[in-house]
């Protein structure tokens, strides 16, 4: 009997992780889950039904590569080496760099989104490239594409997540491992519902998933989703500078962490 394939997922106590986890489960995958809140994943396993011989939980922060780094050789010795590694955690703060406290926030920002994604894949990489196969997917934004006003933290954390996958994609390219970004717009999460401005094309979680499951399953490079706002990202980047800032004019900040709601 084949064993079933193994995706290993971060954040995945909620939104977006939790949906890729429920959809790599019904595709035949087993699990290696990852969050620092392990019993909202447990619960959440229990109450989805899921197999626990299918399902492993692993508590790690992101943030701290030794932490996460622990997980993964965890993983590698209880279920062996995943098909799939999903780095998908990351946080969205608003920040003022006029605020001394926020330079804290900002550095958080990056802690996660940025060297945790490097945290989360370094375990895998040489055992998938002594393997010669294996899949690294990093989870961007849209907010990437173009800086926003505050939301400066976020934007350079997923403008980083988008050019480091470009380039470990070209290293691994010659060893048979593939790195995926997946590009998200406006996904109904908890953490897109604290926002205070207009998402167009919100997608749910659950259609994200199929979308991003599909993507990697057809071995895309890059893919934006919803693919609407692929389209809307390329307008704004081909905006010329002074349109782009008169287009931003008035627009709602997202919250800063200690900033009154």
């Known amino acids: 009997m084949t064993a079933a394939p193994l995706a290993f997922i971060t954040g995945a106590s909620s ?16 699990l290696a889950l990852v969050a620092r809140r392990t019993d909202e994943i447990e619960r959440w396993r229990a109450e989805q039904g899921l197999d626990p011989a299918r399902v492993v939980v692993y508590g790690a922060d992101v943030a701290e590569p030794d932490s996460i780094i622990a997980a993964a050789q965890q993983c590698l010795e ?11 955690a990351g946080i969205s703060i608003g920040v003022d760099t006029a605020e001394r406290d926020d330079l804290a926030v900002f550095a958080r ?28 997917v990093g989870i961007a934004s849209v907010a990437g594409i173009r800086g926003l006003p505050g939301h400066g933290g976020y934007c350079a954390s997923k403008a980083g997540v988008i050019s480091y996958c470009e380039s470990l994609r070209g290293e691994l390219r010659p060893f048979g491992v593939k790195v995926v970004t997946i590009t998200p717009g406006y996904i109904d999460t908890p953490l897109t519902r604290r926002n205070r401005y207009g998402m167009p094309f919100l997608m749910t979680a659950e259609r994200f998933a199929d979308k991003a499951h599909a993507a990697v399953a057809a071995g895309a490079s890059y893919r934006v989703i919803p693919w609407q706002m692929g389209v809307v990202a ?5 905006l010329p500078n002074a349109w782009f800032d008169r287009l931003l004019v008035g627009r709602a900040r997202k919250p800063r962490q200690n900033a009154d709601s």
């Open 109 to 136: 920002i990056l802690a996660v989104n940025n060297l945790g994604m490097a945290a989360t894949f370094h375990p895998f990489i040489l055992p998938m490239r002594a393997r010669r196969s294996g899949t690294l």
């Open 234 to 238: 390329k307008l704004m980047r081909a």
């Open 78 to 88: 209880r279920q062996g080496l995943p098909d799939v590694v999903i780095a998908n």
């Open 15 to 30: 939104g977006i992780g939790q949906a890729l986890a429920l959809r790599y489960h019904q595709a035949g995958y087993a």
